[in-house]
């Protein structure tokens, strides 16, 4: 299900940025977060015009980490790293303390009944809009990256 080599187009000798965020399990801490990491990510000019797509799929997956791997607990914590090289190419990584999921049981939104659902869309978005994304620890941890 994982693949935890490196990804092979960031260089993580080279790093302009590097962040570290830690935040409650509740959903409201969800648009500051991303709100201030995109500030950051906008000023240190990382990910140049793409940086809509970094902040929607940044979104999607602490939004998964806080609903589905800490089921809402704001006594739970999620971690979220942001670093940016000088290729301007932005890796992402969201843990949560969950039991995992395979990703690839995941029915797809763009199928059947699916199509009429108010939910499910978060992880292929992600895919959609990433250049490459790993799913590490049987699902708790999501890599992401843009180039």
Known sequence: MADDTPFSNFDADKLRLKLSV??????????PVVEG??????????????????????????????????????SKVVECDVACDEKQSMLIVVRDPGEGFDPKSIPSPMQGENLFL??????????????????LKNGTEIHMLKQ
């Open 37 to 74: 990491i995109m500030k950051i990510v906008r000023e240190m000019r990382c990910a140049m015009g793409k940086e809509n797509d970094i902040e929607l799929a940044l979104t999607e997956a602490l939004a998964n980490a806080i609903v589905h791997g800490a089921k809402g607990d704001p």
């Open 118 to 135: 108010d939910h499910g869309r978060g992880i292929y978005m992600i895919n959609q809009l990433m250049d490459e994304v790993r799913y």
């Open 22 to 31: 830690t935040l409650s399990a509740d959903k409201a801490t969800i648009t």
